[in-house]
């Protein structure tokens, strides 16, 4: 009768934990839901698990758990704004405007608009990404050779999450008058046409950028004072390349979005050459664009180029493994 009652006790146990809701006891959801006809393209990850997403075509910005896989737009975007590359820093989020030549600046906890700065009044522009070093967050865009510069404070030493900068950058005082500036991108970069330097990491020390340059796929280490660029010579190209997460000192990841993969690269110590290792794949991939870390597990957002967008079109963020070998 007690070998009956134990057994029982055991198969309740078991249908409890098949019954429990994705993410319940620690295991964070696999695949997150975003709201319908959102148009992700950014991810950024914060404190405590917390990530954000952009959209493309409004500017909105989303922020949810990780842990749960639940959020809410804190910022319904508007006229004149868009979202593309999203980078967490401090409590605020910097946001790449692609098309609208500009790049704005979020509260992370309220989702308020704290400013917007206008990087050109081309017409032939597309703002794509955005990364920190140095007491400065650096955007790229996708259709002019410039680096957009903006100062984010005087003292820069958090853990940079999303597609920028990574660990202790040193200290940087910026003038009373620093705003935005324009650094002309120079060296070995050479832009062609459709897009070019697209994602962007820094170093450890904030000393070099990182941008791969997606027509071509070509990555290159940049001085971020400068814009020099030099090429990392890579043993094969990472066409399609979109976002990047620099992984430590070495290890690059690299979003080939419609080719659905994400290429790591292991780089040399002085960022002279890479050696592309492997290409992660996973099932719930549709057209990946970028990618942030949390502890050994990464995340990316589902673009869905592909798919032609409605307001009931769903989109996603796709949990996977690093890579370690």
């Known amino acids: 009768m007690r070998r009956i009652t134990l057994l029982t006790a055991w198969l309740a146990v078991v249908a409890a934990a098949l019954a429990a809701p994705?993410?319940?006891?620690?295991?964070?959801?696999?695949?997150?839901?975003?709201?319908?006809?959102?148009?992700?393209e950014g991810i950024a990850i914060g404190k405590d698990a917390t990530f954000y997403v952009g959209s493309i075509p409004t500017g909105a910005i989303y922020r949810g758990s990780l842990r749960t896989g639940e959020g809410e737009i804190?910022?319904?975007?508007?006229?004149?704004?868009?979202?593309?590359?999203?980078?967490?820093h401090k409590g605020k989020l910097y946001v790449a405007g692609g098309p609208t030549g500009s790049g704005f600046v979020y509260s992370a906890r309220s989702g308020e608009l704290l400013k917007t700065y206008r990087f050109t009044t081309e017409t032939t522009t597309f703002v794509n990404d955005v990364a920190i070093a140095r007491g400065g967050a650096y955007f790229t865009d996708s259709r002019r050779p410039f680096l957009y510069r903006v100062p984010v404070d005087h003292r820069h030493g958090s853990k940079g999450h999303g597609r920028g900068g990574h660990g202790k950058h040193g200290r940087y005082k910026p003038r009373e008058d620093d705003d935005a500036r324009s650094i002309p991108l120079t060296g070995d970069i050479v832009y062609g046409e459709g897009n070019n330097a697209n994602g962007i990491e820094a170093t450890r020390d904030g000393k070099k950028l990182v941008i791969v340059q997606?027509?071509?796929?070509?990555?290159?280490?940049?001085?971020?004072?400068?814009g020099r660029a030099r090429e990392i010579t890579l043993d094969e190209p990472v066409v399609n390349g979109?976002?990047?997460?620099?992984?430590?000192?070495?290890?690059?990841?690299?979003?080939?979005?419609?080719?659905n993969k994400v290429a790591v690269v292991k780089l040399s110590r002085r960022l002279r050459s890479g050696d592309v290792v492997a290409h992660l794949t996973d099932p719930d991939?549709?057209?990946p664009t970028t990618v942030d870390e949390l502890g050994n597990r990464l995340y990316a957002v589902n673009a869905r180029f592909t798919t032609p967008p409605t307001p009931d079109t769903p989109y996603s963020i796709a949990?996977?493994?690093?890579?370690n070998r």
């Open 22 to 40: 994705l993410g319940a006891g620690g295991a964070k959801p696999e695949k997150i839901a975003l709201p319908n006809g959102f148009r992700p």
């Open 242 to 259: 979109d976002g990047l997460l620099l992984d430590g000192r070495r290890t690059l990841y690299v979003v080939q979005n419609r080719d």
């Open 74 to 88: 804190i910022n319904p975007g508007g006229a004149g704004r868009a979202s593309i590359g999203v980078e967490y």
């Open 214 to 226: 997606s027509n071509v796929g070509k990555v290159f280490r940049v001085d971020p004072r400068s």
């Open 285 to 287: 991939f549709d057209v």
């Open 319 to 323: 949990q996977f493994r690093k890579f």
